[in-house]
C-alpha cells in the first residue's frame, strides 16, 4: 500500500522512472504474497491493483509498448476477481477502469479510425460493466467517479466522431452523476473538478 501511495505521487509530478521503480518493487511483493497464499482474493486484488497502477503510469506518461502488455495483465486479473466475487464493488470499478484506460490509449496514443471504433467498443464495455453496480451503490466513490468520468470520455468520442445525439446522451449522465457526487459531499475537492469537467464537455 505504501510503495502504490509513494508510486502514485511520483506520478503526479511526472517522475517516470521513479514510479515505475516502486510500482514494480510493490508488484514484486504483492506477487510474492501471491505465490505464498495461492488463492488468496486479497492477495490476488492487492496484485491486481498494483498492475493497474502500473499500466495508468504507462498511459500517462505515453509509453504505448509497455503500456498494452501491462494493460491486458491488469484486465485479466480483474476479469478473475470479477468471476470470484461479482458483487465486489471495488473490484467491479477497476475492471471499468481497466477497459476506459484501454479505450483513451487508442485515443491518445494511437488516434487512427480504427482505434476509434475500438476504443467506442471498450467505453461501451467499461460501461456495461459498472451500470448494474452504480444503480445499487450510486454514492461508491471510486465507482462513481469512474463510471461518471468514462460516460464523459465516451460523449467526447462520440462528439469528436459527429455523432452529437449520441455524445448528448453520455454526457448529460456524466453531468448528473458528477452532480450527484458534489451533493454527496460539496466540499470533496476531486468531485467539484469532475463536475467541472463534466459541464465543460456538455458545454463544448
Known amino acids: ?15 517516470w522512472r521513479e514510479a515505475e521503480d516502486l510500482l514494480r518493487e510493490g508488484m514484486g511483493v504483492a506477487r510474492a504474497r501471491v505465490d505464498a497464499t495461492p488463492g488468496d482474493y486479497d492477495a490476488l486484488k492487492r496484485l491486481a491493483s498494483n498492475s493497474g497502477l ?17 494493460s491486458r495483465q491488469h484486465l485479466a486479473q480483474e476479469e478473475h476477481l470479477h468471476a470470484v466475487r461479482p458483487d465486489d464493488v471495488d473490484v467491479v470499478a477497476d475492471l471499468g477502469t481497466a477497459h476506459t484506460a484501454r479505450a483513451v490509449n487508442l485515443m491518445q496514443n494511437v488516434g487512427t479510425p480504427e482505434a476509434r471504433r475500438e476504443a467506442l467498443g471498450e467505453y461501451q464495455r467499461a460501461l456495461d460493466i459498472m451500470e448494474p453496480a452504480y444503480a445499487r451503490d ?10 461518471g468520468r468514462t460516460q464523459g470520455y465516451l460523449g467526447h468520442l462520440l462528439t469528436l466522431m459527429g455523432q452529437s445525439k449520441d455524445a448528448l446522451v453520455h454526457l448529460r449522465r456524466a453531468v448528473e452523476v458528477a452532480d450527484a457526487m458534489v451533493g454527496k459531499d460539496p466540499r470533496e475537492v476531486r468531485a467539484r473538478t469532475e463536475q467541472a469537467e463534466a459541464h465543460g464537455r456538455l458545454g463544448e
Open 1 to 15: 500500500t505504501l510503495t502504490a501511495h509513494e508510486g502514485s505521487a511520483l506520478m503526479t509530478q511526472g517522475r
Open 138 to 147: 450510486p454514492l461508491h466513490w471510486v465507482l462513481a467517479s469512474n463510471y
Open 54 to 70: 502500473l499500466a495508468m503510469m504507462y498511459l500517462r506518461s505515453g509509453n504505448r509498448a509497455a503500456f498494452d502488455p501491462m
